[in-house]
Nanobody
Framework: QVQLVESGGGLVQPGGSLEISCVASESQSDVLDMGWHRQTSGEERKWVASITRGGNKYYSESVKGRFTISRDNAKNAVYLQMRRLKVEDTGVYYC?????????WGQGVRVNVSS
């Protein structure tokens, strides 16, 4: 069973930067799309950004221009560089990786943007 391990969350002040990472324990087949979702208190999980195996990147309007998604295919890893963070970016961030026909989720990493 593929496990996704996330890291890099924490507390950051508004306007600050943070990078979160997600690495798969193994790859049972070709890793296709990778992405990040976030869930804030009382709300459903929402899509934030995605990156295809070929490197095409897509962002939600709320983070476009501030967040950058990237991946390292050799490490089965996906990263999210977050800049100019806002209080409303606070939440639990979940990575998602599609390995062939299977989709795996990380356990979530908390990002708290607060002064």
């Amino acid at each position: 069973q593929v496990q996704l391990v996330e890291s890099g969350g924490g507390l950051v002040q508004p306007g600050g930067s943070l990078e979160i990472s997600c690495v798969a324990s193994e790859s049972q087949s070709d890793v296709l799309d990778m992405g990040w979702h976030r869930q804030t208190s009382g709300e459903e999980r929402k899509w934030v950004a995605s990156i295809t195996r070929g490197g095409n990147k897509y962002y939600s309007e709320s983070v476009k221009g501030r967040f950058t998604i990237s991946r390292d295919n050799a490490k089965n890893a996906v990263y999210l560089q977050m800049r100019r963070l806002k209080v409303e970016d606070t939440g639990v961030y979940y990575c998602r990786q599609a390995h062939g026909a299977s989709v795996f989720w990380g356990q979530g990493v908390r990002v708290n943007v607060s002064s």
